[in-house]
């Protein structure tokens, strides 16, 4: 199984819907996440698991990354949720409600026991301890942590603030989780958007995402995919942009210097360092769609 670098659009599905799981194959998600948690009701846990089991045998779409939501293990599920892993070996485990670094340590051991050690860490951010807690748990895990992503129904419930789509009363949550996984080299996802038939809000969410550093959205309906993949990718603009600079900096009069003069504009090496890894990202994203 390859794992993308891409997570623009990151498709959540309860893993005991089996109509969901059977329209995967034609979905054009980045990564998917089968929830064994919330979206699965505690007497179908176990029905879950079996249509997981099923799905990973016959084998999920490839180029997806695939990812297993846990119960957590202070749970009656969390134990039995991880033998499923161990069947299904995903790229990932998603970890709930991470609020200290040693919640995602047990989760870890439990993987290392079971012979599992190549199964990356997922954490949801969607408490108030963990996003104050957001930087140690990134710090604590950062080699095996691969993202955090934002979970705002839970926080919201948590906090008591109302739920609006309107989220600027919860910037300075979303950009504290953006700075943690940033600092540890995790990428960061944003929270899914309930309201799945409002697409031209869930568009403007997308591109508000983006523009606060995330790398991409947590969805939870197919119709959300188009809209974080555009939102999220390069756009032409910027890839534009990008091109304009690396010509710029592989002219024989930039050899040598810090800093240039691209159209009016003051651009550094680090700059050129920022349009290479955006053209890989559009050359990837290239590949999927020929
Ligand atoms: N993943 C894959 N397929 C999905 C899907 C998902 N998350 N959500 C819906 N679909 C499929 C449906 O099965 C249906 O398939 P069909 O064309 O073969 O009939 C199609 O997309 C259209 O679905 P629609 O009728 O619009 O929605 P619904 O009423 O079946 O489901 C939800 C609505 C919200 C219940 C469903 O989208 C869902 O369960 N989402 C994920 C919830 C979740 O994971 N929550 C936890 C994280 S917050
Ligand atoms: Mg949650």
């Known amino acids: 199984m390859t794992i993308s670098n891409l997570r623009r659009s990151v498709l959540c599905l309860p893993a005991s819907n089996g109509k969901a799981l059977a329209k995967l194959a034609i979905l054009d998600c980045d990564a998917t996440i089968y929830d064994l948690e919330d979206a699965v009701a505690p007497d179908m846990k176990a029905q879950a698991r079996a249509a997981l089991a099923g799905h990973f045998a016959a084998g999920p779409k490839p180029g997806v990354e695939q990812i297993i939501r ?58 108030p301890k963990g ?32 739920r609006s789509p309107d989220r600027r009363v919860l910037h300075p949550w979303l950009m504290q989780v953006v700075l943690a996984a940033r ?3 995790i ?16 568009d403007a969410e997308c ?7 995330f ?3 947590m969805l939870i309906h197919p119709a959300q995919i188009e809209a974080a993949n555009r939102r999220f990718g390069p756009s032409e603009e910027e890839i534009a942009a990008a091109e304009r600079i690396v010509a710029a900096f592989a002219r024989p009069e930039a050899a040598g210097q ?19 890894r955006l053209l890989t990202l559009a050359s990837m994203k290239r590949m999927e769609t020929p």
């Open 70 to 127: 846990i119960n957590g293990l202070s749970t009656p599920w969390g134990g039995d949720d991880l033998a499923a892993v161990a069947g299904c070996r995903p790229d990932a485990v998603l970890v709930p409600k991470v609020e200290h670094a040693r919640d995602l340590a047990a989760v870890a051991e439990r993987l290392d026991a079971a012979g599992l050690s190549g199964i990356r860490l997922m954490a949801m951010i969607e408490t």
């Open 131 to 162: 996003v104050i807690n957001a930087a140690s748990i990134a710090e604590a895990h950062a080699s095996r942590l691969c993202a955090l992503v934002v979970g705002l129904n839970d926080l919201r419930k948590e906090t008591r603030v109302p």
């Open 183 to 185: 600092a540890y080299g």
């Open 187 to 202: 990428a960061p996802i944003d929270a899914v958007s309930n309201d799945f038939r409002d697409l031209a809000a869930f």
């Open 207 to 213: 591109a508000e995402g983006r523009a606060m550093g």
């Open 215 to 217: 790398d991409g959205k």
């Open 258 to 276: 810090g800093a240039i003069n691209v159209d009016g504009e003051m651009v550094e090496r680090l700059h050129l360092a920022e349009a290479e």
